[in-house]
């Protein structure tokens, strides 16, 4: 962890300023312990130069920077947040989804009314609770500097549908996110994926990957149909064998020929991409070169949502 410096003080007024905003005449005063502190400013940008902070005249006991770093951001953020909600603003937000491992993105005050600052939730005390239009707990913020919320908070957060956002710091420079047009989250517990209608979970994307490719045989272009992380469907890659009815249909009005070809390796028939000029088709075993010949950028794909599924509900029905 970066070293963490002292760098947002409270002005005679008790707003909070950042030593990069401060000048040398005002007086300052720490926001933990209250006692004056003094500017550190040198002006110099160079390698060496420290950036600007503030140092406390009298240091007090467990008066840490990094307590001030969570003081100052918890507290500039709730005012963010104030400040959009009584002006009818968007706050957008990004994180990666721990659920789909998709990048998700959102209006944090689509659903929220209200902001307060280490509401007591009975349980726990969170950093920043928002409240829905109903007046209901609809999530929490969580800044991390050192210590991060104990499992029975989160098992708290889970049992009663609040949503944690979690914010990590390591830096007194990460106080700069606040001016950012995007706040980004690093833990959020929900996705913006649809839930399973019989399990409960989060579902994921489908997703076919259409490859421009060639025909192994006469050398004509042709498309190639793949998914790819279907597990549940027997490999991390499939062809057109293991696609849905919607799926085979889908990739076909994409310009991908499927037909049923027979397979003299496996002795069986089974639908397969097919080149349109010479009939050749390509078979399982070559589709994960196609894809890594994709990924490599040696050759042209374009990659296509189609609906979702359920991973859990395969998962369970594998174990039976």
């Excluded at 349109?276 to 088709?281: I, L, R």
């Amino acid at each position: 962890m970066k070293t963490i410096l002292y760098t947002v003080a409270k002005n005679s007024d008790g707003d909070l300023v950042k030593a990069s905003d401060a000048d040398k005449v005002s007086s300052y005063f720490c926001p933990i312990c209250n006692n004056d502190l003094t500017l550190r400013k040198s002006g110099k940008t160079d390698f060496n130069s420290k950036r600007p902070h503030f140092a406390h005249k009298t240091l007090t006991p467990n008066c840490t920077p990094e307590t001030v770093l969570h003081f100052a951001f918890k507290n500039l953020l709730a005012k963010k947040i104030q400040y959009h909600i009584d002006n009818s603003l968007p706050l957008n937000f990004s994180w990666e989804c721990n659920y789909c491992s998709e990048p998700h993105s959102g209006n944090l005050l689509k659903k929220i009314r209200k902001v307060y600052v280490e509401y007591n939730l009975t349980f726990c005390q969170p950093d920043i609770v928002l409240f829905d239009k109903d007046d209901k707990v609809f999530g929490v913020i969580e800044i991390v500097v050192t210590h991060k919320p104990e499992e029975n908070v989160l098992k708290y957060y889970e049992d009663n549908n609040i949503i944690l956002i979690q914010i990590n710091l390591t830096s007194d420079q990460d106080i700069d996110k606040l001016e950012s047009e995007v706040l980004k989250a690093n833990t959020v517990t929900t996705c913006l994926n649809p839930k399973c209608s019989k399990c409960g979970h989060f579902q994921h994307k489908t997703k076919i990957i259409i490859i421009d490719s060639s025909c192994w045989k006469c050398n004509k272009p042709m498309k190639v149909a793949i998914m790819e992380d279907c597990l549940e469907r027997g490999s991390t890659c499939i062809g057109p064998d293991k696609f849905t009815d919607i799926e085979i249909e889908s990739a076909r009005s994409k310009g991908v020929i499927i037909k049923e070809h027979y397979s003299k390796t496996i002795g069986e028939k089974y639908l397969a991409n097919t080149c349109s000029h010479c009939g050749t088709f390509i078979g399982e075993f070559y589709l994960i070169e196609h894809l890594s010949l994709a990924s490599d950028g040696e050759l042209t794909s374009k990659t296509f949502d189609e609906g979702y599924h359920c991973k859990h509900c395969i998962s369970i029905i594998d174990d039976l």
